[in-house]
């Protein structure tokens, strides 16, 4: 039997650490939903509680979230409004989620986002590096091998890069970032809406050294951006266009190790991006 007024799954972002940034559309909407879904209950009782919200909740977590999809959409067809949140920030990103949206889309449930509190956009709004394009890369591989062919396939990238990263790993990737990067400008967007926000921005050797210098600075949660690779000059008639030359080297047959030889001594910058981004370009053909 259906319904005839079945139920919203509201997709709420919440606060990544100061709780004035919870929107008042998202405290209207947690007190008028019947039930809310989060990623951790315990954790998101407590928000709750702030808000003098008390409602059944059930847990949604990556682990249980393909199950959980037909319990909720019994409950929307039931005609149930629902609230969806994670323990921070706007679900989804990062944080469960995907599977239950997409698969309550695929049935023809009311989905509504309310936007509010995200770090990697909260990070970039306040970094100055640009913004016009960013790559995200959520959290970057714990293993090294794999973060370092994820840093690999990002060389060439023009836009600015964000990731995600945790307080045990942001040395470990700072060092990464040291090796493969090393002149980028990289900005940690440390404890953002906190007591202890900070942005720090240096090269990633330069940061490694004031970590190491002020360990507190290497507590918390991490936002880590750092500029995309370096564009030659243009509107200069007399530059040669990187992009041409690029192609030239490999329409003529010129090998990506010698092309990136080349690149590098007529336009400067270093073999390994000129390399990477000769690869791509072959790719691309
Ligand atoms: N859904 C969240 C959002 O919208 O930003 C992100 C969830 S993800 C599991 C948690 C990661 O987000 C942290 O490890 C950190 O990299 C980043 N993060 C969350 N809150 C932050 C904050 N207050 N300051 C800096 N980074 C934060």
């Given at each position: 039997m259906t319904h005839?007024?079945?139920?919203?799954?509201?997709?709420?972002?919440?606060?990544?650490?100061?709780?004035?940034?919870l929107t008042p559309r998202a405290a209207r909407v947690l007190a008028e939903v019947s039930r809310i879904a989060a990623e951790d209950t315990r954790h998101s009782g407590r928000l709750l509680g702030h808000l003098g919200v008390n409602k059944p909740m059930i847990s949604l977590h990556d682990h249980n979230e393909a199950r959980r999809v037909d319990i909720l959409d019994a409950y929307l067809e039931a005609?149930?409004?629902?609230?969806?949140?994670?323990?921070?920030?706007?679900?989804?990103?990062?944080?469960?989620?995907?599977?239950?949206?997409?698969?309550?889309?695929?049935?023809?449930r009311k989905v509504v986002p309310l936007p509010g509190p995200c770090a990697l956009i909260t990070a970039l709004s306040g970094a100055g590096l640009p913004t016009d394009r960013f790559t995200f890369g959520g959290f970057l591989p714990a293993k090294p091998g794999a973060r370092r062919q994820v840093l690999e396939q990002w060389l060439?990238?023009?836009?600015?890069?964000?990731?995600?990263?945790?307080?045990?790993?942001?040395?470990?990737?700072?060092?990464?970032?040291?090796?493969q990067?090393?002149?980028?400008?990289?900005?940690?967007?440390?404890?953002?809406?906190k007591t202890f926000e900070t942005f720090l921005q240096g090269s990633?050797?330069?940061?490694?050294?004031?970590?190491?210098?002020?360990?507190?600075?290497?507590?918390?949660?991490?936002?880590?951006?750092?500029?995309?690779?370096?564009?030659?000059?243009?509107?200069?008639?007399?530059?040669?266009?990187?992009?041409?030359?690029?192609?030239?080297?490999?329409?003529e047959g010129?090998?990506?190790?010698?092309?990136?030889?080349?690149?590098?001594?007529?336009?400067?910058?270093?073999?390994?991006?000129?390399?990477?981004?000769l690869q791509a370009?072959?790719?691309?053909?």
């Open positions: 005839h007024n079945p139920g919203t799954l509201y997709v709420v972002a919440t606060p990544i650490g100061n709780l004035e940034d005609g149930e409004d629902i609230a969806l949140i994670s323990d921070a920030g706007t679900p989804l990103i990062s944080d469960p989620g995907f599977v239950l949206v997409r698969e309550l889309r695929a049935r023809g060439a990238r023009e836009e600015t890069l964000v990731f995600y990263e945790s307080p045990h790993r942001i040395v470990h990737t700072l060092e990464a970032l040291r090796e990067m090393p002149e980028r400008t990289v900005v940690l967007a440390r404890e953002l809406t990633a050797d330069e940061l490694l050294d004031l970590l190491a210098g002020d360990p507190n600075q290497a507590r918390g949660e991490f936002v880590v951006i750092v500029a995309g690779a370096p564009k030659v000059a243009q509107g200069d008639h007399q530059a040669v266009h990187a992009d041409e030359l690029l192609k030239t080297l490999l329409a010129v090998g990506v190790k010698q092309g990136a030889a080349i690149a590098a001594r007529m336009l400067g910058g270093r073999k390994q991006e000129w390399y990477a981004r370009m072959k790719g691309e053909h």
